[in-house]
């Protein structure tokens, strides 16, 4: 019998060896033959841009920069998570935000997103009143002539608008241009589909958009030769009578943005003879009666200044595209406001009059200074066409009436900050106007917490601007850290990290886990070099001096002896310590199907579950071993 039983093992370790065995898939690295964003919930609806020159602000805000945040925030912050696909405005970032300050050109509208954020349509739009596919940014009200653009020409920068822009930003994008001598072959010219390193080029913009993410592109509009009819539908193309964009023809002029949102390798179309094979889907900013319901095929071989094909080399054939750019939804997107922000609250009758300058100054007097892209970029902000005139500038709400209105900046101050600036520093602003009147009404210092921490002190009336003011807080920064607790010590507790006033008192905030007492817990802090207990105060509550950068230990919540009914937060003092989103451990789904023919981004084709073949091999090891086992009892009688 013992025989028998070893025997059975054997047999049990072999066959669960061979079973554990992983497959390999050879064709793991190999993109999918089609891939579309449009359908998912990230991808916002086709715009139309109507009359405003603002294509870059459509397609990197509108689209590429709305998908990015959908997908993070579903992933990382579900609770926070948005569905811009049902064209609501709040679910959707506004491209009159990074138009009115970036104007239209692409470096300048990423620019703004990196450093101002973005408010979504619900905030600030070009006087929308109807849903984003049919006409966003008009409004077309015969009694009201001018009703958009009395809506479009206002800055929306009152209270709390910037500020809250600042909550969600770009980290990076990538843009690379197509020049000659960059992706060419051997005779000069820019091939993408027939040098190694343009077809290196799309299999990286293919390989973005299969993660998901939007690619920004760009080119000369006037150039741009369409065939009314394909001839191959591949798999993403619903009719044969569709557009596709063949080359450029004539003159690179007309700059326009687009941003490609799928891929599919098997549509053909025929022009001049020739049948040309696979093709970008790109979304355009002209409505969904222009193209294939707002987009267009753009036929790979158009990428090439020369074609695959002889009978395409036209005498006036021209590079059509100029440009790609990225963003990556998973590394490029920023969550929280800035760690140091100055809030700016000023008056004046013209909005161009008026910038700001941000400024550290050093123990011995050395002044760093930052221009933010605002004010960097103020001679390209949008414009606007008012009753047929030239392009004018305007107050912050949109007047030419010529009176004053107020307008409430934040800015951060992220390019001047470093742990030796913060810790020896001043901070300050210098503010330059051109007009005489303009008036400073608060000057505040607030850190990510949106706590202010330090204010300049002005008169009721405000203070009148010269043409250059320097302002400066009196405080030095110290920094503040305290660990998050879940709940598993027995309290709730939501991590800190951020800037406070030397000589300044901020109160502990914590709620206790139902069953659990705060009667013995300790309260330390520590400079780095020493710890200091912290003793609760006679209205029970710990409060904490800054008089460095510290840490923040909390020890000691006991089970009760009689579990409590209710959580009971110990102190709703002020500055509170306001909740900081953290990443939740178990992303959401990033992706909504679209077709199961198509693959959709992020999608893998994982073949035969490994967890079959354990469970086979077990059966059949277990036959085996029964089997032996009924044999050798047989042979024995």
């Given at each position: ?16 060896a061979f079973t554990f065995v992983p497959f390999a898939d050879d064709d793991e690295t190999e993109l999918p033959k089609a891939v579309t964003l449009m359908g998912t919930e990230d991808l916002p609806p086709i715009s139309n841009q109507g009359s405003v020159g603002c294509c870059a602000s459509s397609s990197i805000t509108y689209m590429q920069f709305t998908n990015a945040v959908s ?115 051997e005779n000069g010219k820019i091939n993408l589909t027939q040098t190694e390193v343009g077809k290196n080029l799309l299999e990286k913009i293919k390989a973005a958009v299969n993660e998901g993410n939007v690619v920004v592109t760009g080119g000369f509009s006037s150039s741009w030769t369409y065939v009314d009819q394909i001839t191959g539908k591949g798999t993403l193309a619903q009719s ?254 939501e991590e800190v990290n951020a800037l406070y006033a030397k000589d300044s008192e901020i109160t502990l905030d914590y709620t206790l886990i139902e069953g659990y007492t705060d009667e013995n817990m300790k309260v330390t802090i520590s400079d780095g070099t020493k710890e200091t207990e912290i003793q609760r105060s006679a209205d029970g509550v710990f409060r904490i001096p800054v008089k ?90």
């Open positions: 019998m013992k025989k028998v039983f070893a025997l059975t093992l054997t047999i049990l370790l072999l066959l669960s997908r993070y925030l579903r992933t990382n912050y579900p609770e926070m998570a948005i569905n811009p696909s049902s064209g609501e405005f709040s679910e959707i970032f506004s491209p009159k935000w990074t138009y009115d300050f970036g104007g239209s050109g692409t470096a300048w509208v990423y620019n703004v997103l990196m450093e101002h954020g973005a408010l979504t349509m619900d905030k600030t739009m070009f006087g929308v009143k109807k849903l984003p596919n049919e006409k966003p940014y008009r409004v077309d009200d015969p009694k009201k002539p001018n009703a958009f653009l009395e809506s479009a020409v206002r800055w929306d920068i009152s209270e709390g608008q910037m500020e809250e822009a600042l909550n969600i930003r770009l980290k990076n994008f990538e843009q690379i241009w197509i020049r000659k001598n960059t992706f060419s072959n044969f009578a569709e557009t596709a964009l063949v080359c450029g023809r004539g003159s690179m002029s007309g700059g326009h943005q687009l941003a490609i949102v799928g891929y599919d390798d098997e549509i053909t179309c025929r022009y001049q003879g020739q049948t040309l094979k696979g093709a970008f889907q790109v979304a355009n900013s002209w409505g969904t009666g222009w193209g294939n319901d707002g987009c267009v095929w753009l036929m790979y071989d158009a990428l090439n200044e020369e074609s695959e094909f002889a009978e395409l080399n036209f005498s006036d054939r021209v590079y059509p595209i100029d440009q790609f750019c990225f963003v990556d939804w998973k590394t490029d997107i920023e969550v929280g406001l800035p760690s140091l922000y100055v809030e700016i609250e000023v008056s004046a009758k013209d909005r161009e009059a008026v910038s700001a300058m941000l400024t550290t100054k050093s123990a011995d007097n050395k002044v760093k200074s930052y221009i933010p892209y605002l004010f960097k970029n103020s001679k390209y902000h949008g414009k606007y066409q008012l009753d047929g005139l030239n392009y004018i500038y305007m107050t912050f709400d949109g007047t030419t009436d010529g009176d004053a209105s107020k307008a409430i900046f934040s800015l951060d101050y992220r390019d001047l900050l470093d742990a030796e600036t913060v810790a020896t520093d001043q901070f300050g602003v210098t503010i330059t106007t051109k007009e005489e009147g303009v008036i400073l009404h608060s000057l505040k210092l607030k850190n990510n917490k949106g706590e202010v921490i330090a204010e300049v002190a002005l008169s009721e009336e405000g203070q009148t601007l010269q043409s250059s003011t320097s302002l400066w807080f009196d405080k030095s920064l110290c920094n503040v850290t305290i660990p998050a607790s879940d709940g598993s010590t027995g309290l709730q507790m460095s950068s510290l840490t923040v230990k909390v020890e000691g919540v006991e089970q009760a002896a009689e579990p409590t009914p209710t959580p009971t937060p110990t102190s709703t003092q002020t500055p509170t310590i306001s909740p900081t989103p953290t990443p939740d451990s178990t992303p959401a789904s990033t992706e909504a199907s679209s077709s199961s023919s198509v693959q959709t981004p992020g999608e893998e084709d994982k073949g035969v579950s490994p967890v079959i073949f354990i469970v086979l091999g077990a059966a059949v090891a277990i036959g085996v071993a029964v089997a032996v086992v009924l044999a050798v009892k047989k042979k024995k009688k």
